[in-house]
């Protein structure tokens, strides 16, 4: 891996589950930048705008700090991981509680400019 090709952007405090979050990651993987985003605009989840976000985050990181061209931008990497949770309690019957647990996800994604195209999907 040539570290000169490839640029990422992080978010650490993503509120969603990590489960539902990798759903919308890994068909967004090995995918052109530009075809990513345009999936992410018109995509149902909640979740696409954030991920849209860190995505041109890390298209800005590869064109300012590493001057790559935004044209062969491919998304090589994402990782999604757990982050914190919080808790909160609900009343219940009998004097009980019941545990709501709120998820946070991580999430990074490495693009990578790429000098022939790869499988790219569609």
Do not use: C, H
């Not at 090709?5 to 990590?18: E, G």
């Not at 530009?34 to 849209?52: D, E, H, M, P, W």
């Not at 919080?86 to 709120?102: D, E, L, Q, T, V």
Request: aromatic fraction near 4%.
């Amino acid at each position: 891996m040539n570290q000169n090709l490839t640029a990422y952007a992080k978010d650490n405090m993503v509120r969603i589950s990590p489960l539902k979050l990798s759903v919308l990651i890994k068909s967004i993987i090995n995918m052109k930048v530009s075809s990513a985003i345009n999936q992410l605009q018109f995509s149902q989840k909640r979740i696409s705008n954030v991920v849209l976000k860190i995505l041109k985050a890390a298209i800005a990181n590869a064109e300012n700090n590493k001057q790559l061209d935004i044209d062969k931008l491919f998304i090589k990497e994402a990782y999604v991981g757990k982050s914190l949770r919080m808790k909160r309690w609900r009343p219940r019957a009998k004097g009980r509680a019941g545990s709501i647990i709120k998820p946070f996800s991580k999430l990074t994604i490495v693009v990578e400019e790429r000098q022939e195209q790869k499988k790219e999907k569609v």
